[in-house]
């Protein structure tokens, strides 16, 4: 269990990272290019799955799909025509490829045909419960995203889930973007049907370092398990809220205060 005595310290780094001076140089800033809807999920969805690496990489690479996609990704994903694909060719990020990207947009254009949102994606089985379990949202959407006919296989290992025992640092990061709306600036706050009381902290190696050091994670190994503990203890310091403190710990380990 989470020590009280460390609440106030990371509130106050909560506050002290949580501002809109974090946005320029973290892949949240590519979702805030947008105003609507739709393109902030896209780009947000995508420099989730994107974001392993440099930032300023991730940044730039996302900036460039972007402009491959005629600077509204939304419009060129539902409206394009198939030889309009052929700009997204050579797109590449580490293991990401052009393959990968193109199944993407297949799911996108599928979804937005038959949703409004990309928030209903995460909702299937659980369109009518109040308090949404993430575990099951996560395995029902990575069955749904590859239910197109003929999905490549390799495209697989970039959609994370807890029943292959990942922690889904990027996908929770994604949804903390979407769902969390504190009038700070960063989230977004755009889905209202998912709560953040029920999201589970990105536990990545700047998170996962600095939370041992306070006692928040305690399991040796590295999985979905750990992203739990982790959550549970931040949910004693704000059941309410618990990722918030994604910032304070992720700020403190890129940071190095610790």
Request: charged share 30%.
């Amino acid at each position: 269990m989470a020590d009280l005595n460390i609440k106030d310290f990371l509130d106050a780094k909560v506050a002290c990272y949580n501002k809109p001076s974090f946005i320029a140089t973290d892949p949240i800033c590519i979702p805030h290019q947008f105003t609507d809807k739709q393109n902030r999920e896209i780009m947000g969805f995508i420099a989730s799955i994107l974001a392993w690496g440099q930032r300023k990489t991730i940044i730039n690479k996302c900036n460039e799909l972007i402009q491959r996609m005629d600077g509204d990704p939304y419009a060129f994903i539902m409206g394009h025509k198939d030889i309009a694909l052929k700009q997204l060719l050579g797109f590449k990020h580490r293991t990401f490829n052009d393959t990968d990207l193109l199944y993407f947009v297949s799911f996108f254009r599928y979804h937005y045909s038959k949703f409004d949102s990309l928030e209903d994606a995460f909702l299937i089985g659980q369109e009518d419960r109040l308090d949404v379990d993430i575990a099951l949202a996560l395995n029902n959407f990575k069955e749904y995203f590859f239910s197109l006919p003929d999905y490549p296989w390799r495209t697989r290992k970039h959609i994370s889930s807890p029943q292959q025992k990942s922690t889904c640092k990027r996908i929770n990061m994604f949804l903390r973007w979407m769902v969390r709306n504190d009038k700070q600036g960063v989230d977004f706050g755009i889905w209202k049907r998912l709560s953040p009381r029920n999201l589970i902290c990105p536990c990545d190696v700047h998170v996962e370092r600095v939370a041992r050091k306070f006692g928040l994670i305690t399991l040796p190994k590295v999985d979905w398990r750990t992203a739990m503990e982790l959550t549970e203890n931040l949910r004693f310091l704000d059941p309410e809220d618990p990722v918030k403190y994604d910032f304070a710990l992720f700020g403190l380990g890129v940071e190095r205060e610790l």
